[in-house]
């Protein structure tokens, strides 16, 4: 609530009642990134919450500052085994448990980012007749966004096209962090100790890394350090980093980058996986990048996010078994003049103010209108 105060023209004081939204999303960062971005312009005027798994989103929410409510909900393996048996009765709890949250929460919105995580809180929205919208990340839509799809008031996608395979479809983009538009290069060669003499390389697979994008890089390293200085955000999983001596170029490597803003300021061209919010951030920061697609333990979704780009001129595409070339794929892109010319010129945007655009206009149409 917003206690407002006395008012002498209206002769009282009066309570305005912010509006509840409950996001939701889970199973990777891909998932939970994108709702912190929204819930940081929302937090102020609006009550945010957030429902998912014991995964990853319960400590990136809960380290935000966020409240959050855990519901176990059960992931499909994409293979046949005895664990995809026990679904029906795990998810069958998981939609009494998350109804019995959003009936004692009464969210005036629920807003779905996708992944397994999400669908018993779409479930007990719609239950409740509580409007429902979910925001596709990728080309193709995942599983949860077309079991979900006839819950919700709107799917948003990122990609137009995405759009038009939903009667309910309506492209807005990729909402991206605020804080990652806000990097400054200046800074951000001083705070990794880069002296800006060569090009700088940023290279990253993820949270955890990427062992298969580390082992080419290390293999690299030699060729890469003749032209580029690195920084390299190896993940958790990387526990030896290989002795670098007499090269031209700078070696920074760090576990982990919680200031993605920084980084990206820092970079004259990435080797990253090509997850959709990556992507879309490179773009909308005009960096020239080349992509690793993951592929195993994948549906393919960033491979087809990769391709389509690519299609346009605005990404490279090394696919994992082309690793070995790593460094001469590196060196294409860089002195590719006329790719990092389409890039700079591209004109994709971050899609987060359309997206906040739908939120408050299917708060609007509420039934009940504003509590005052």
């Given at each position: ?24 999303g ?21 009550e ?24 176990d909900?059960?992931k ?64 193709s ?20 096209e ?17 804080e990652v538009?806000?990097?400054e ?12 003499k ?10 955890s ?28 999983g ?10 031209r ?28 919010n ?10 020239p990048a ?14 087809e ?8 001129g ?18 294409d ?24 655009n ?9 039934a ?5």
């Amino acid at each position: 609530m917003i206690f407002v105060p006395f008012n002498k023209k209206a002769g009282r004081a009066y309570t305005v009642f912010m509006k509840k939204i409950l996001f939701t999303g889970g199973g990777s960062a891909g998932h939970v990134v994108p709702n912190l971005a929204l819930m940081h312009e929302l937090r102020f005027s609006h009550e945010v919450s957030y429902m998912g798994t014991g995964g990853i989103e319960k400590g990136l929410v809960e380290g935000a500052g966020y409240p959050f409510y855990r519901v176990d909900c059960p992931k499909l393996v994409r293979s046949l085994c005895l664990e995809n048996f026990k679904i029906p009765f795990a998810l069958h709890r998981a939609k009494r448990e998350a109804l019995e949250i959003v009936t004692k929460l009464q969210p005036d919105l629920v807003f779905s980012k996708g992944g397994f995580a999400s669908y018993p809180a779409v479930w007990a929205a719609h239950r409740l007749n509580i409007p429902v919208l979910t925001h596709e990340s990728d080309l193709s839509a995942g599983l949860c966004t077309r079991l979900i799809a006839r819950k919700c008031r709107y799917v948003l996608t990122s990609f137009p096209e995405t759009a038009l395979k939903f009667k309910n479809g309506k492209y807005v983009g990729s909402p991206v962090r605020r804080e990652v538009l806000a990097g400054e290069r200046g800074r951000s060669l001083k705070k990794y100790g880069l002296d800006g003499k060569t090009p700088v390389l940023l290279i990253f697979g993820g949270g955890s890394g990427s062992r298969a994008i580390n082992e080419a890089v290390f293999s690299a390293l030699p060729t890469l350090l003749d032209t580029f200085s690195i920084l390299h955000l190896t993940g958790s999983g990387q526990a030896h980093i290989p002795e670098i001596k007499n090269k031209r170029g700078q070696y920074v490597p760090r576990a982990f980058e919680n200031d993605m803003g920084s980084a990206y300021a820092a970079a004259d061209l990435v080797l990253s996986r090509a997850g959709s919010n990556t992507v879309f951030e490179l773009l909308a920061l005009k960096k020239p990048a080349v992509l690793v697609p993951l592929q195993k333990s994948s549906r393919g979704d960033q491979l087809e996010n990769a391709r389509y780009f690519e299609r346009q001129g605005l990404v490279k595409v090394l696919p994992e078994g082309e690793l070995p070339h790593l460094s001469e794929k590196i060196s294409d892109a860089y002195g590719d003049a006329a790719f990092r010319e389409r890039v700079n010129s591209c004109k994709i945007e971050s899609g987060t103010e359309a997206i906040l655009n739908v939120i408050s206009e299917t708060l609007q149409t509420q039934a009940g209108g504003a509590r005052v």
